[in-house]
């Protein structure tokens, strides 16, 4: 059973960088079946894949069309987590942050996070 | 806009069987498996059908799932009070990557 921990500041201002963290018990980060998922809700956008990565031999990257320019993911072998970094956010990024896990080959996300809500305000 | 359509909301009373639809394109649900989620007030999404049709360990079978061309629906049979929740559809687009539905909120009368 795959547990994932979510840590992260709850306020950033405008323009600068989000950063979560999604801590893994029960799995590796680099095992070669599984994806590490952010996804985020808010009431205006409602429930919005952004990004994942996942290891076969290397790592890979999938990121959502809408944030692209300005998301990065990154796992952490020696810590068994991974990150969410969003660039340059505005209030319209204010939303609750979740990560979650499930099968690389498929979209499926059995395991999630607890959520964490993320205001974007000066 | 989300670009999976699903009804905004949907109701039942007790021991019914109620339907939540989702309908997508060629470019998503045409070509690839749909996921449905049971949210409840306050937590976070809880996977309740994979691949269309299959349910996890320990997901009644009052659940279930398919799907057709472009479009999938949920059905859920013997509706209980406990069913109140948001559900979600998601897939995977071959442009967009991952993508879900709007949600439909399913009152129980």
């Known amino acids: 059973q795959v547990q994932l921990q979510q840590s992260g500041p709850g306020l950033v201002k405008p323009s600068q960088t989000l950063s979560l963290t999604c801590a893994i018990s029960?799995?590796?980060?680099?095992?070669?079946?599984?994806?590490w998922n952010w996804i985020r809700q808010s009431p205006s956008r409602g429930l919005e894949w952004l990004g994942r990565?996942?290891?076969?031999?290397?790592?890979?990257?999938d990121y959502a069309v809408s944030v692209e320019s300005r998301i990065t993911i990154n796992a952490d072998t020696s810590k068994n987590q991974f990150s969410l970094r969003l660039n340059s956010v505005t209030p319209e990024d204010t939303a609750v942050y979740y990560c979650?896990?499930?099968?690389?080959?498929?979209?499926?996300?059995?395991?999630w996070g607890q959520g964490a809500l993320v205001t974007v305000s000066s | 806009q989300p670009v999976l359509t699903q009804p905004p909301s949907a109701s039942g009373t007790p021991g019914q069987r109620v339907t939540i639809s989702c309908s997508g394109s060629?470019?998503?649900?045409?070509?690839?498996?749909v996921n449905w989620y049971q949210q409840l007030p306050g937590t976070a999404p809880k996977l309740l059908i994979y691949s269309n049709n299959q349910r996890p360990s320990g997901v009644p079978d009052r659940f279930s799932g398919s799907k057709s061309g472009t479009s999938a629906s949920l059905a859920i049979s013997g509706l209980q009070s406990e069913d109140e929740a948001d559900y979600y559809c998601?897939?995977?687009?071959?442009?967009?990557?991952?993508?879900f539905g709007g949600g439909t909120k399913l009152t129980v009368l």
């Open positions: 029960g799995d590796s980060v680099s095992s070669n079946r599984a994806a």
């Open positions: 979650a896990s499930g099968e690389y080959s498929s979209s499926e996300l059995s395991s």
């Open positions: 990565t996942y290891y076969k031999s290397k790592w890979y990257y």
């Open positions: 998601a897939t995977w687009d071959v442009s967009l990557n991952g993508v």
């Open positions: 060629s470019s998503n649900i045409g070509s690839n498996n």
